[in-house]
């Protein structure tokens, strides 16, 4: 199809670090709150082995918790990732069946917006695929190797700073807003 995978974009580390303090915040509540369920404090021990055993006879929190925190976790900070294949790359919207492959011959240019982290690429139907990476540089080296031409001025780059700063607001907002409903009791 594509040929073989020459290369894979990770996260930025500043966004898998958000991921693991989201990770461990919820990680926490979900711990303390144990000490105060009813049937938790009947048992009258309160170390962290007696927390394991509880979640292990009453598992309906902790499936809650490692489906909605720790495997979305895990995909958008691990697994999730552009693909760049020798004839083309797979690029991720989101969840695995959203996926687009995208051959070189249909890639008209590239645009770096960050000297090291992002470049948006631009195709003939007028597509637009952002692409950050921690280190862009194997990006834009794989994109030459195809004359696909490309620009590295700047100018994206405080629309770009926008958006993340947009998109960092988001996800501490749907937090807190989960947070406040999980402490209201709507999750029970």
């Known amino acids: 199809m594509l040929g073989k995978k020459l290369y894979k974009t990770s996260m930025l580390n500043l966004f898998r670090m958000g991921i693991l303090i989201l990770v461990i915040f919820f990680f926490n ?3 303390l709150d144990t000490f105060t369920y009813d049937k938790f404090q009947a048992g009258g021990r309160f170390k962290i082995l007696d927390v394991i055993e ?6 309906y929190e902790f499936i809650t918790f490692f489906s909605m925190v720790l495997i979305p976790s895990f995909y958008f900070g691990i697994i999730r990732g552009v693909r760049f294949y020798e004839k083309g790359f797979v690029y991720n919207r989101g969840l695995p069946f959203f996926n687009r492959s995208v051959s070189y011959s249909d890639v008209k240019t ?11 690429i631009h195709t003939k139907t007028g597509d637009v695929y952002l692409i950050a990476d921690n280190t862009v540089e194997r990006v834009i080296a794989i994109l030459d190797q195809h004359n696909i031409q490309g620009d590295l001025a700047q100018d994206d780059y405080v629309k770009l700073i926008t958006n993340y700063k947009k998109f960092l607001m988001m996800v ?3 937090t807190m807003f989960v947070f406040v409903m999980k402490r209201i009791g709507l999750f029970h």
């Open 29 to 31: 509540d979900f711990y």
């Open 54 to 59: 509880y979640h292990y006879r009453y598992p």
């Open 110 to 120: 590239y645009k770096l917006l960050h000297p090291k982290k992002a470049i948006s």
């Open 172 to 174: 501490i907002a749907f």
